[in-house]
Structure formats: C-alpha cells, structure tokens
C-alpha cells in the first residue's frame, strides 16, 4: 500500500515539473539566414591505355576517344548552387615515348567549349607522374556548366616506334571537387 502511494506521489511530481517547464518564443525566420557550403569530392574519369593500343594493323595511330555522357550540370538546383569546381588530372607514363592529352568539353551540338591541354614526358626508366588540377570559376564555370560530353585526344610525339608486343601503359586518373552554396 506505501509503495502505491508513493508511486503516485512521485508520478504528480514528475507530472507538475513537466507542465511547469520554462519555454521560449522560438524565432522560424532563422531559417531564412540559412547557408550551408558543403564541398563534394567525385571520381572524374579513368583510363588504363596499354602501349599496343597505339598499334592499329601494324601502324602507330593516335588514339581519340570520347565519354558519351558528361551532364553532370542537368538538375538546375545542382547548376545555381555550384560556386566552382576543381578538376585534377593525374597522367602516368610507362610507355617509351611522349604524349599530349587535350580533354574537351563539348556542349549539346559537338561543339568544343573548352581545352584542358596536357603533357606528358615519356618514360626513361622510372615512372612519370604529371599532375594538372583546373579551376573553374566565373565565365569558365558557366562553360563548364553548358558542358554535355568529355572527350579525350591523344597525341603521341615522334619516338622509338611501336609495335603489338611494346611494354608499358598511359593511365589517367582524375577527380572533380565541388563547392555548392546553398542558400
């Protein structure tokens, strides 16, 4: 009997310190001055060439090709929000000989918008690493933001020649970090 008493004694209090709690006018116009700035960091792009592959029927050839779909800008929250992007492009040459890359973006029509253009010595024994990052603000953002496909041409300088049975690779490997304002 004492201890159903003293439940209910201790159930009134508990009751009557909820009820009595203190409470402030909150202020829903703080969500107005709102901005967050969040940065997103993707993988670009990868290619992995061998040098054979700059080998067609016998004969050297540059080798051209291109990324069908590059509309990372079609959500026009994404597009507003977008404040700059930085592209960084990582080349590793194991192949005898020297390249230049030029990557291409493309708008809707196939038409080239902008150059990234890039070079990269030829292997003499050790690995060459060449690293190239872009930055994208103001009137380049807004190419970049009209930007529909991606291509890549490759061209190689005159060298020792190549045949199906040449060693080593061209590898690309590259990354877009991403600074949004959302307001």
Do not use: W
């Amino acid at each position: 009997m004492k201890l159903y008493r003293l439940h209910k004694i201790l159930l009134t209090l508990l009751l009557a310190i909820f009820f009595s709690s203190c409470s402030s006018d909150l202020d829903f116009n703080q969500v107005n001055n709102l901005k967050i700035e969040p940065v997103v960091v993707a993988n670009l792009s990868y290619f992995d060439l061998p040098a054979n592959a700059f080998v067609e029927n016998g004969i050297e050839s540059d080798v051209a090709f291109q990324a069908l779909d590059f509309d990372l800008f079609r959500d026009k929250y994404f597009r507003s929000y977008l404040q700059r992007a930085d592209f960084s492009f990582e080349m590793t040459n194991t192949i005898n000989r020297a390249f230049r890359l030029n990557i291409i973006l493309f708008n809707q029509n196939d038409q080239p918008l902008y150059t990234i253009p890039f070079s990269v010595p030829a292997y003499a024994g050790n690995a060459v690493v060449v690293s190239k990052t872009d930055i994208f603000e103001g009137v380049k953002l807004d190419l970049l933001k009209s930007s529909k496909k991606m291509g890549f041409l490759i061209v190689m300088a005159s060298g020792p020649v190549l045949n199906e049975n040449s060693v080593g690779s061209l590898k690309m490997r590259s990354s877009a970090t991403v600074y949004l304002t959302i307001e």
